[in-house]
T-cell receptor, first 111, second 114 residues
Framework: DAKTTQPTSMDCAEGRAANLPCNHS???????VYWYRQIHSQGPQYIIH???NNETNEMASLIITEDRKSSTLILPHATLRDTAVYYC????????????FGQGTRLTINP | GAGVSQTPSNKVTEKGKYVELRCDPI?????LYWYRQSLGQGPEFLIY????????DSGLPNDRFFAVRPEGSVSTLKIQRTERGDSAVYLC????????????FGPGTRLTVL
């Protein structure tokens, strides 16, 4: 799987939009971008995934650049409960099934 | 509905002992995964089951680690002759199929080897 690069940590004020970047410059044409998050002492939780079009669900929005070499996860109105480690993962749909986690971004939402 | 459950939530053992960690996936999920997470690191893949068979065990660190899923539902991760370096949180996940669906994770078992 292609590697991803994320900032080690970020801070965001409660109520503001949190924008988490991810670089995946070696992504292949058939690889999707997945985001998971892990709240302290819990297992990872799926957030969203996409191929090349922007995606939105009840949790977040995913913006993928036209060249697909980077993406941004957007939490539109961050709350204290969004404090977690966020992992960006690239993965072939239908290919190797394991998730390859990097170090992720530790997002802290401040009151 | 019930999510993925793992037992025990915490396990403390002595070096050299044998341990078993259990995972109950979401009912109907055909794919089951084991990961290991060391402090400050992201989860690391161990093994993946599709039904009863291990489809990918490339992440098992050595032959002290073994996992089974005899009836295609509950899985047990077995560690023989535990070492202090085995201390970690062991996470289990399941997905409906194996075609890249969302993986649902359990809360993990924290294993401490003294």
């Amino acid at each position: 799987d292609a590697k991803t690069t994320q900032p080690t940590s970020m801070d965001c004020a409660e109520g503001r939009a949190a924008n988490l970047p991810c670089n995946h410059s070696t992504i292949s044409g058939n690889e999707y971008v997945y985001w998971y998050r892990q709240i302290h002492s819990q297992g990872p939780q799926y957030i969203i995934h996409g191929l090349k079009n922007n995606e939105t669900n009840e949790m977040a929005s995913l913006i993928i650049t036209e060249d697909r070499k980077s993406s941004t996860l957007i939490l539109p109105h961050a709350t204290l409960r969004d404090t977690a480690v966020y992992y960006c993962i690239v993965r072939v749909l239908g290919g190797a099934q394991k998730l390859v986690f990097g170090q992720g971004t530790r997002l802290t939402i401040n009151p | 509905g019930a999510g993925v459950s793992q037992t025990p939530s915490n396990k403390v053992t002595e070096k050299g002992k044998y341990v078993e960690l259990r995972c109950d996936p979401i009912s109907g999920h055909t794919a089951l995964y084991w990961y290991r997470q060391s402090l400050g690191q992201g989860p690391e893949f161990l093994i993946y089951f599709q039904g009863t068979g291990a489809a990918d065990d490339s992440g098992l660190p050595n032959d002290r680690f073994f996992a089974v899923r005899p009836e295609g539902s509950v899985s047990t991760l077995k560690i023989q002759r535990t070492e202090r370096g085995d201390s970690a949180v062991y996470l289990c996940a399941s997905s409906l199929f194996s075609t890249g669906d969302e993986q649902f994770f359990g809360p993990g078992t924290r294993l401490t080897v003294l």
